[in-house]
């Protein structure tokens, strides 16, 4: 909703004659990270997988402190001595001029709006009267964004807790769920068009998958041992009673987020099989989201390193190795497993996987 605010927006502006608008963006803040969250970069390839602390960048934090707007005429001289991503991006993009605004609600600040210009001093007092009404749309839209996107993170924050009551292994699985999927999903962006908003609600609500096992009763959920076909079937409707749960909680507007849509694929799909053995629907290939294959192999991977009643926790190498085979016979995304085997190919990853294992083990 809100790119489509912007795109619109931007395309109008050059319209009505500010052909040297290159870049309309705008950065959200979310746990003291901003995260670029929309981008109409013309002609120019955009900035991607972005996201810093603000207090990294004192420019920013300063004009958050003050409520101040800033005007840079020319990032030449500006950014020489800045490192970090995006000022090497500014320098390639040869974008030379900046128009910035935060904007606040209540008090509270939810980000930046970020105009940018290739010719330098584009933001003269009259530019920026030109875009003072744009700039009062888009506030606006950052506002509706942003409260609608806390009605999903409550939701998000009520299920965790929830869940953590009912049962403290699947809180435990969550949690490392959520360091699992960021991880594949950071080589995933790679390869894969994702947009970075697309990455930061799949990483943010991954926990989310196994919500519906709130509805599953305890003889099944905690059952010191392996379940029969009857049980394991009744576990099975997990996937079920999620989409039920959070269709139940969001209202009509709530469900015309990105956010809620990311959700809903994860719950009904994260026991999907690429081969079309898996459940609920025996969906095959590319009818499975790239999200979902994420958080499968997450899953998956959290499972067999897990203790269980029944088996032991796996060791590192046997886990990717089973992965593997899952992969090479058409089950699981080779780009999903691949990610998990080269971050674990890495110097210290014994260490870290023994941190997670240390971790599943509480529960057994
Ligand atoms: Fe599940
Ligand atoms: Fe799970």
Aim: glycine share 4%.
């Amino acid at each position: 909703m809100l790119r489509e605010t912007v795109r619109q927006l931007h395309r109008e502006l050059i319209e009505t004659g500010l052909e040297g608008l290159h870049r309309i963006s705008i950065a959200l803040v979310d746990e003291a990270y901003l995260r670029t969250y929309v981008d109409s970069t013309e002609g120019i390839q955009p900035l991607k997988h972005h996201s810093i602390p603000l207090e990294k960048s004192p420019s920013l934090s300063a004009l958050v402190r003050q409520k101040k707007t800033r005007i840079v005429d020319d990032y030449s001289s500006y950014l020489r001595q800045c490192r970090g991503k995006a000022s090497a991006w500014l320098r390639e993009s040869q974008l030379h001029s900046s128009y910035t605004i935060p904007i606040f609600f209540q008090n509270n600040f939810l980000g930046f709006i970020f105009f940018n210009s290739c010719n330098k001093a584009f933001f003269n007092p009259l530019t920026v009267a030109t875009l003072d009404d744009t700039v009062k749309s888009l506030r606006e839209s950052i506002i509706h964004e942003r409260t609608l996107f806390d009605n999903i993170v409550s939701l998000s924050k009520f299920s965790e807790k929830a869940s953590e009551i009912r049962d403290e292994c699947t809180a435990m699985h969550c949690g490392r769920l959520t360091t699992l999927t960021r991880i594949i999903a950071r080589h995933v962006v790679q390869h894969c068009p994702v947009t970075d908003r697309e990455v930061y609600y799949l990483i943010k609500f991954s926990p989310l998958h196994d919500i519906g096992k709130i509805g599953v009763a305890d003889d099944i959920l905690l059952k010191p041992g392996r379940l029969t076909a009857e049980e394991f079937r009744e576990m099975k409707r997990h996937v079920e009673y999620g989409m039920t749960m959070v269709d139940a909680a969001c209202d009509g507007v709530v469900k015309q987020h990105e956010a809620y849509r990311i959700i809903r694929t994860l719950i009904s799909e994260h026991h999907e099989m690429l081969d079309g053995s898996g459940y609920p629907e025996g969906l095959k290939g590319e009818e499975i989201s790239l999200f979902s294959r994420i958080v499968t192999v997450s899953d998956i991977f959290d499972a067999l390193t897990s203790d269980r009643p029944y088996k032991k926790a796996w060791t590192l190498e046997q886990a990717l190795t089973e992965l593997q085979a899952m992969a090479d016979h058409g089950k699981l995304d080779p780009l999903c497993v691949e990610a998990l085997q080269q971050y674990f190919d890495q110097p210290d990853a014994q260490q870290r996987f023994t941190l997670f294992r240390e971790e599943a083990r509480m529960c057994a």
